[in-house]
């Protein structure tokens, strides 16, 4: 329900195309084509995933493969459904037999890292994982503090830096030892999100990167990015950009209840083949879902 009234911008956008399907015939093809190029364009679909999509469509027609406007219109859904799928990656969390499984979480200031990670960890704890927090923002003084309310909240234990200006690496990695020796199953380490352009941050995650495989070869198991959901096209050279320097094993997508842009997120899957695992459709405990492409399908058109 809250993905559904999230989407109502996007819906709305598409919405137009109905009308066009429901009195389409053959002569018809290119105006509506075009009339659905612009509208997913308008969606944030971005230029790449819009020309295949609706290339893809104009060929079916031609053959004679589409008879319908029904048949366009499902069609077109099949083929944005098909897009949102990554061959060979997994949406659900891959944590691994070795314990404890580590996740990092990653992205920009003010995506929704730290909410996410509490929100994951109410849902990982609900399920009965031991979860135990690593306060990894050590930019930014008030994202400690938020994560130690997330971990009252949510009856998680939590490790913070024990001195002002203490590097991530070094929280992290004390967080994951004492997850190692104190038999947690999940560890979540919080990281820190100034300006993505910020070369010295990038570094700072591949240090935390190197400081947790060096407690647990092999791991983090998971790196997981968040993507603010309202950005736009915004997300993708965000993804990239972290994709590229730390290699991102899933997406989080965030405020899919406020005004979410769809299409992009269409986009970020395509384009890096990674998967979304979890949305966020509010700032509550039980806020965060897993992706299901299928509903997220049905709530962009009506
Ligand atoms: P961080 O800087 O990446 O750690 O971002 P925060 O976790 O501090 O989140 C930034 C703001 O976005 C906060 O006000 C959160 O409550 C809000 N927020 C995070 N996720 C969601 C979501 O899924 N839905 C809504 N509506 N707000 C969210």
Redesign the pocket.
Known sequence: EKLFSGFSKTRDNLAVIDELLLYWNLADTDRVLDELEEALLVSDFGPKITIKIVESLREDIVAGKLKSGSEIKEALKKSVLDLLTTKGSKTELQLGYRKPAVVMIV?????????????LAYRLKKEGAKVLMAAG?TF?AA?CD?LEIWAGRTGCEIVVAEKEKAKAASVISQAVKRGKEQGYDIVLC?TS?RLHTNYSLMEELIACKKAVSKVIPGAPNEILQ?L??TTGLNMLPQAREFNEIVGITGLIL?????SARGGCVVSVVNELGIPVKF?????GVE??QPFDAEAFVNAIFS
């Open positions: 992205g920009v200031n003010g995506g929704g890292k730290t909410t996410s990670l509490g929100k923002d930014r994202a938020q919080d999100g968040v603010d959901g965030t405020k899919l209840d406020g949305v966020g459709v509010g700032e806020d965060l």
